[in-house]
Every structure is written in C-alpha cells, then in structure tokens.
C-alpha cells in the first residue's frame, strides 16, 4: 500500500508561481511511475503531467507546456510540480498519483491517489 500526501496549494494572483509536493509512503518509489491531475470545478479529471521511474522522461498536457514542470526526488521520495505563469483556467483541485506501470496520461493507469490539493488563480 502506498500512501500520497500533497502540499503547496493556495491562492495566488494571474501570473504568479507555486510549487506542489507530493510526498510517497513506502519503498518502491523509485520504481513507480508519477502523474498529476486537475479537477477543475464543474469539469471532470484532466491529465497535466507525468514522469517516468528515474525521471528522464516527463509528459505534459499541451496548455501548459513552458508553464509547468513535473520533476522527482527519489531520494526524498517525492515528486514535485512546478507552476508558472499560472493563469485563472488553472484553478482546480490537484491530484497526485502513483503508476506501478509506465508513465501514462489516463487516470485509470494509475494506482494509488492523493487527497488532492486546492489551487486558486485570481484575475
């Protein structure tokens, strides 16, 4: 069983920048591939970014490719994505998810999820 935890969500103005953590229980990190997800209110579950088991392949959803970067630790155990540029159509709850197969753009690869975490662009 692995357990996700996220961090880093908040409100921010048009323009500004946050940084999300996702945080892995467990001892087969490094073996899991990494995916995060939005919900948009109103919309369903959409794909953002994933990133392969050793980090040296990453996917973005095309809106915000040289926006957004999806990156690891698996030393720390943690996968990270980095918002810039974060724009009103960015507000969602984000989800973290852990993939014991290959990086994946469909939720339904996916094994375990976070709790999800709030962000909130103001124009």
């Known amino acids: 069983q692995v357990q996700l935890v996220e961090s880093g969500g908040g409100l921010v103005q048009a323009g500004g920048s946050l940084r999300l953590s996702c945080a892995a229980s467990?001892?087969?990190?490094?073996?899991?591939?990494m995916g995060w997800f939005r919900q948009p209110p109103g919309k369903e579950r959409d794909f953002v970014a994933a990133i392969n088991s050793s980090g040296s392949n990453t996917y973005l959803k095309d809106s915000v490719k040289g926006r957004f970067t999806i990156s690891r630790d698996n030393a720390k155990n943690t996968v990270y994505l980095q918002m810039n540029s974060l724009k009103p159509e960015d507000t969602a709850v984000y989800y973290c998810?852990?993939?014991?197969?290959?990086?994946?753009?469909?939720?339904?690869?996916?094994?375990?999820w976070g709790q999800g975490t709030q962000v909130t662009v103001s124009s």
């Open positions: 998810a852990a993939n014991k197969g290959y990086a994946s753009r469909y939720s339904n690869s996916y094994d375990y």
């Open positions: 467990g001892r087969t990190f490094s073996t899991d591939a």
